[in-house]
């Protein structure tokens, strides 16, 4: 059986948006109200990321995934991951930037903010709505997913 990725991070961070381009569906995103299975991704409400009474619930999710892909909005002022919040995860993690595209992007505060958060691991920029960085990202997640 292939392994899955669970995507995670604030509300209107890009979540289900990344998750579409992923899988080259052109529908428009919607409001992720509950954990979502697509063939190898878990997509996580924004919530389970801002609230720590959401936390028990993405660590036992976890145990359903092979790698942990924290999104970090490259328009956002502020951080909603706590620091080195990817040790709490047995599974590796790395970090996405989404709208790296937008007017308002600051890539490098976006992974100013992923690294207080993933320490060390990779970081991808993607866009969504360009496609940008995204073929890179899905070959990387299916190898991981395939091993």
Not at 65 to 82: C, K
Request: net charge negative; with cysteine; proline share 6%.
């Amino acid at each position: 059986m292939t392994g899955r990725v669970m995507i995670i991070g604030a509300i209107e961070a890009g979540k289900s948006s990344l998750v579409k381009a992923l899988f080259n569906d052109e529908q428009p995103a919607r409001k992720t109200q509950a954990l979502e299975y697509r063939d190898w991704v878990i997509d996580t409400p924004g919530e389970y990321s801002e609230n720590p009474m959401f936390y028990r619930t993405l660590m036992a999710t976890s145990l359903e995934a092979e790698l942990i892909v924290m999104v970090q909005d490259a328009t956002r002022e502020r951080n909603y991951f706590p620091p080195g919040f990817s040790q709490g995860f047995p599974q590796p993690c790395v970090g996405v930037i989404t709208k790296m595209d937008h007017p308002d992007a600051n890539i490098e505060r976006a992974e100013g903010f992923l690294r207080q958060s993933l320490g060390n691991g990779n970081v991808f920029r993607t866009s969504s709505y360009t496609s940008e960085g995204v073929p890179e990202l899905r070959a990387y997640l299916q190898e991981i997913v395939n091993q």
